[in-house]
């Protein structure tokens, strides 16, 4: 069964850094898009960035471009995603998410997405 687990949200102060990372577990390939997605409470779920399989691609949502990076290891199954210049607006859960449909075109819906991992509090305060 294929899982996907997410680490390294937290507390930090505006201005700061944190980094995420999501492990992708019983599937032996990684020719697929990797994506990060937030929801803050009573808002929808936001696309933030995502990957393609080499990793030679990445898109990020207008409001994190410049501060967020994401990058992946497919030796290792995974995808991080590194956070600069934190604002009080980046609290929300952060999620983890797989298109296994694509490799190479990368979408911004949520519904493309097949597998999600159980999500991870980010906190900036201000």
């Known amino acids: 069964q294929v899982q996907l687990v997410e680490s390294g949200g937290g507390l930090v102060q505006a201005g700061g850094s944190l980094r995420l990372s999501c492990a992708a577990s019983?599937?032996?390939?990684?020719?697929?898009?990797m994506g990060w997605f937030r929801q803050a409470p009573g808002k929808e779920r936001e696309f933030v960035a995502a990957?393609?399989?080499?990793?030679?691609?990445?898109e990020y949502g207008d409001s994190v471009k410049g501060r967020f990076t994401i990058s992946r290891d497919n030796t290792k199954k995974t995808v991080g995603l590194q956070m600069n210049s934190l604002k009080p607006d980046d609290t929300a859960v952060y999620y983890c998410a797989a298109d296994f449909t694509r490799r190479r075109i990368i979408l911004r819906n949520p519904r493309a997405y097949e597998l999600w991992g159980q999500g991870t509090q980010v906190t900036v305060s201000s």
């Open positions: 990957i393609n399989w080499s990793g030679g691609g990445t």
């Open positions: 019983g599937r032996t390939s990684s020719d697929y898009v």
